[in-house]
């Protein structure tokens, strides 16, 4: 059973020049992108910046419209609803199953508010009763590991990883059926992060939830996620279960990625290589493959078509002419 | 790691380094006793979380604290035990002598390139002028060694994106600019501000190749600053741990990572996620977060958040700071090797 299935999805941004301000090119933020997340799963959206990531989950939560493709919900099980095309009253309904954890705790908070009334504000958004959303507030703030003194007090006498506790209550209120969570811990010293990553370990295990965590740091997402897709330039160039895609990667771009990620033990020194050039223009694209110019194992046909994701084994999709023949390094 | 560790001569030696932020609120210790070596041809690494003073150490060194910050204590020596040692901490930030060693003798690399540079001039023009505040060449010249500086940085093309605005160029791009710039008055000491923290993880592995190579080229003295144990992992020889104004430990970067002696290392390394770490597999935390540096804990200010706090002691006393170039850990439990 499938909480979200995105397929084919598109997001372009036209280029506009002259007098006409007529459309003189596109840049392909996000172009083709398909993925599922079955219910109880966490999917990591990894990449670089500009990859698309961050457009994607965006879409999802129509705080962007898609160019084309489609973004099929099931908010409750045996329903399903296609997002793209909906108008705008009948998403508002939808809205709840469907919640955002933000990057920065600092910002996404009401300073103005106390915090009991934050976390309490989607459950009055929803008509639930103020008798029934104060037991609902406790509740919440007891399972992030909050004290229920902190209901009565403004954001600003909370440190920041006390503040993302704070938005992950307001986010599960409504016990939504998904999670989008863009880099929710990139912000915090690496003591605090920890703790919300273990933070959303157990809440993945108690909640059943289904979770699409968008996160540029490699080592995080292998605590966090059941499976990764790796986005290049607008694309998925690879999806596997987590331990899978970091062992035995498929794709070059992955293999790069994790050679490029500097491990916390000095003993692997030296083994930290860096890829060459830069992350193409989403405006101008190389044709074929758009990774070919810093591939190492690129030849002629990478020049000229570009590969479509396909499975190669059962789990595992990767765009790469030469996925069968290659043998990548992974980590781990 | 490279053999003959401590055959290097001392660049620079900070010593008890105090600063204090006076503000309304009440004073702020940054620093508390701050004490290192940086010797040439090596790499110390200065690691620790937000407020531990990393940053304030580096602007120090170049007297550019920021307002209303001020050294209160310990000395920053350049070229210790030689003629020519020159206390940095006692000069005016503004003198001649102080100008000339910040880029002459000291340059700094921002963790944001933009702070180093500006929107209005071209990359060569900020290049040439900082190569001509320390050297008497004319203009031609000194585009000519931008030039050269943008090449050994690996800029591609130098003679054409030398007349490029910084806007025009990447992210990585940019910082390779910020690396230029801080090599301009040919320094033989660098302080590297989380040069990376704020570059894609493909561009990071190649500015770090780059400041590896330079380092070995030039035999520079490099201190570079991260919140990041996989850097430190990667590219320095010595290690300082801060936590709140103070070091806390100190070793070669093998032992720390083998054998790291303060409870605050210890904790932090295994706090740290890794891309070897099993399938949902849980991090062990510290508890509480850091405190603000305006609300230090008494006695060793770890001890609220420590797992091997001895009551009565390390809530009272502060455990003796460690001496300079010699492992240890600030610790009443740490037993000197």
Redesign the interface.
Known sequence: MNVLEVSELRKHYPIRAGLLRREVGRVRAVDGVSFHIAAGETLALVG??GCGKTTVSRCILRALRATSGEIRFAPEDGRVVELVGLPKRQLRPLRRHMQMIFQDPYSSLNPRMMVGDIIAEPLKVNGVPAAERQARVLELLDLVQMPASARSRFPHAF????RQRIGIARALALQPRLVVADEPVSAL???????I??LL?DLQDRLRLSMLFVA?????V???S?RVAVMYVGRIVEVAP??TL?RTPRHPYTE??????????????GR????LG??ADPANPPPGCAFHPRCPYAVERCRIERPELTEVTPGRWTSCHRARELELAG?? | MRPTPMAEPIALAVRDLAVRFEMEQGNVHALEGVSFDLRAGRTLGIVGESGCGKSVTARSILRIIDRPGRITGGRILLDPGTPQEVDLAALDPESARMRAVRGGRVGLIFQEPMTALSVHYTVGNQIIEAVRQHSDISKAEARNRAIELLREVGIPRPETRIDAYPFELSGGLRQRVGIAMALAGDPDILIADEPTTALDVTTQAQILALLRRLQAEKRIALMLITHDMGVIAEMTDEVAVMYLGRVVEYAPVAALFAAPRHPYTRALLRAVPSVLAAPRQRLATIGGAVPHPGARPAGCAFHPRCAEVIPGRCTAEMPPAIPPGIAGASCFLDVPA
């Open positions: 670089e910046s440190s920041g990883g006390q010293d690496v003591s605090v992060q920890a703790q990553i273990n370990l540029h740091d490699l080592g995080v292998r605590h966090v059941d987590t331990a970091y790069a990625l994790l050679a490029a990620v500097p491990a916390p033990d000095p003993a692997r020194r930290q290589l860096a890829v830069e992350v980590v781990g």
